[in-house]
């Protein structure tokens, strides 16, 4: 909590959406995994990235319906 808030303090402008997203993230890995990926200090983790694909390919396979067979030969590897 003392990261978030040292870096809302520290700027005037800010992107809330994303602080708050990525303190969820820093919050859920320490809690499930024992050990933060630390996304509010190194906002470009490995880590980081690959949990918003995999959040963007689940948000088109939930609107794609029935349709979601296609997302497999779009964006999977082979």
Do not use: C, E, W
């Not at 402008?13 to 499930?32: K, P, S, V, W």
């Not at 995994?33 to 963007?56: E, I």
């Not at 689940?58 to 999977?76: C, D, N």
């Amino acid at each position: 909590m003392q990261i978030l808030l040292q870096r809302i303090s520290n700027t005037p402008d800010f992107d809330m959406m994303d602080l708050f997203y990525r303190y969820t993230l820093d919050a859920a890995t320490h809690f499930l995994l024992g050990k933060s990926v630390d996304s509010l200090r190194q906002p470009q983790t490995a880590f980081a990235d690959a949990f918003t694909n995999a959040q963007r390919i689940q948000g088109l396979i939930a609107r794609l319906g029935s349709a979601s067979t296609l997302v497999s030969f779009v964006y999977l590897p082979r």
